[in-house]
C-alpha cells in the first residue's frame, strides 16, 4: 500500500511464522483459468495447478468483498495473470503486518496487496516489475476539524491513525512522530477512518486510492492532501521462487500490451489517466 515491511530481523523467525500463519482461503469470484499463452509455463505452486495469493482483502479499490464476491484492482489484474500462466487463482487472506515473512516461507505463492515496492522488504521477498504508481494522502473530519488542510496543520496532541506495516504508518512515524502528533496502528485500514468519524483520532495517513474509495461512504471525512512519495506497487513472490516472478512478469507485460490492464485500470479509476508504462 502502501506498506512497509515487519522489521528485517524478523526474517530470522519465519520458520516460528510458518506454524503461526492465520490466512484464510476464499476463492476468486472468476475461478480457473482460460486459453493457452506464450507466458503459459509449467510453475511449481504451493498447489498444483493453482495460483495461491495472499492479501488482507480489506483495501478498497484493491481488494474487497462486496455482495459475498470478491472484487478490486489487484483481483482482476491478478486474474487476468493467472489466466495467461494457465493456473486457476484462489485467494489466501492474512494480516499485512506478517504478510512478507509468511511468503518468504512459502505459504502461498505471492502477494498482492496493493504492495508497495522498498528495499527493506526487498531484503525478505523479492518483487515482480512495478504495476501501479501510488502516493499517501491525508484524511481527516471536516466537521471535528475543518481547519486541518494539510499535515502542517497538525499539532501536538493531535492523533493520527495508520496501517501497521505500511509506509503510511512510516510516514507518519517518519513526519509527525516528532511533532508530538501521536500515531495509533490498525491491523485493518477501514477501522481507522471509523475511529476518524467518531472523532477519535484527528487524521488518517494511508493510501490515497483507498482513502478516496473510504471516503465515498463516509459524508463526514474528506481526503484533504495528497502526499508524493514516488511510491510503486509490485508482486511479492518468495525469493527462492524466480519461476514464478518471471511467470507473473511475462503475463504482466501481456495484459498490458493486449489493454486487459488498461480496461481494469478505467474500470476502479475512472477519470484517472493510465500511465503510459502501463500501456495508457
Known sequence: MRRKAPAIGAVLLVVLLLAAGCGKKAKTPTGGASSQSPTKAALDTVKPGTL??????????????EGGTLKGFDVE???AIADKLGLKLEWTKHDFDTIFTALAANQFDAVAAASTITAERQQVVDFSDPYYNARQSLTVNTTKTPAILTTDDLKSGDTVGAQKGTTGLTWAKDNLGSKGITIKTYTDAPDAFTDLEAGQITGVINDEPSSEQEVQSRPDLKVVEPIDTGEHYGIAVAKNRTDIKDGINGALKEIIADGTYKTIFQKYFPGVPVPPEYGG
Open 52 to 65: 495461491t495469493v495472499g492479501s488482507c482483502l480489506e483495501y478498497k479499490p484493491f481488494e474487497y468483498t
Open 77 to 79: 489484474i491478478m486474474q
